[in-house]
């Protein structure tokens, strides 16, 4: 399995309508994606327009490929990118350990 770690920062003031459409996004767009296993969306507390997805992919594939070069890709960021104050910083992991 993969982590997909996204740093998003929103446009101030946003967070409503962002929070709408990130929950719609993942949703109807990244939901329906091969090798999607589920996600996590945490919101920051000090920066309150900074979000953190992870979104859990199969294979590293399953995203860089078969995710963000679809059409799917474009329908998400039409979604959810007019809120981004900056592009988000994207990296991916891997498990190492993982506790009961």
Known sequence: MILELADIRIQPGQNAAFEEA????????IGAAK????????????????YVLQVFWD???????GFRQS???TQ???????????????EHF???TKSA
Request: a negative charge; proline letters at 8%; glycine letters at 12%.
């Open 22 to 29: 990130i929950q719609r996004g993942l949703g109807t767009v």
């Open 35 to 50: 090798g999607f296993q589920g996600y996590k969306v945490n919101k920051g507390i000090e920066s309150p327009e900074r």
């Open 59 to 65: 294979t590293l594939e399953d995203h860089t490929v």
């Open 71 to 73: 059409d799917a890709f």
């Open 76 to 90: 998400w960021r039409a979604i959810v990118g007019p809120f981004f104050a900056a592009p988000p910083v994207v």
């Open 94 to 96: 891997e498990l190492l």
